[in-house]
């Protein structure tokens, strides 16, 4: 052990900011990236979502989250959030 620590090998992509994770839909192949507040990790449609990405791949992704959807489901989730805030 080099008395390093850990995280500072970590490489965080600069335009996710603090208190946000980012999120692949996969469609068909194609990769569709957001950036998503934690919040949604809440959100029942986004909870279903995650619940459609554990079936098809698992609990053991590495590096990116992705879920299999199209990426305008991932949008309606976001974007009804978005509209019960107001």
């Known amino acids: 052990m080099d008395g390093k620590d ?3 090998d ?3 992509d ?3 900011k603090e208190g946000h994770f980012v999120v692949h839909t996969v469609d ?3 990769l569709r990236r957001f950036i998503v ?3 949604y990790l809440a959100h029942p449609g986004f909870l279903k979502l ?3 990405a554990a079936e098809e791949f698992g609990f053991k992704q590495m590096g ?5 959807c199209r990426y305008t489901d991932l ?3 976001l974007e009804g959030k978005e509209n019960n805030k107001e």
Do not use: F, M, R, Y
């Open 14 to 16: 600069t335009d996710v």
């Open 28 to 30: 068909d192949g194609e």
């Open 37 to 39: 507040e934690l919040s």
């Open 6 to 8: 850990d995280d500072d």
């Open 75 to 77: 949008q309606t989730v």
């Open 50 to 52: 995650l619940e459609k």
């Open 64 to 68: 990116i989250l992705a879920i299999p």
């Open 10 to 12: 970590v490489l965080l």
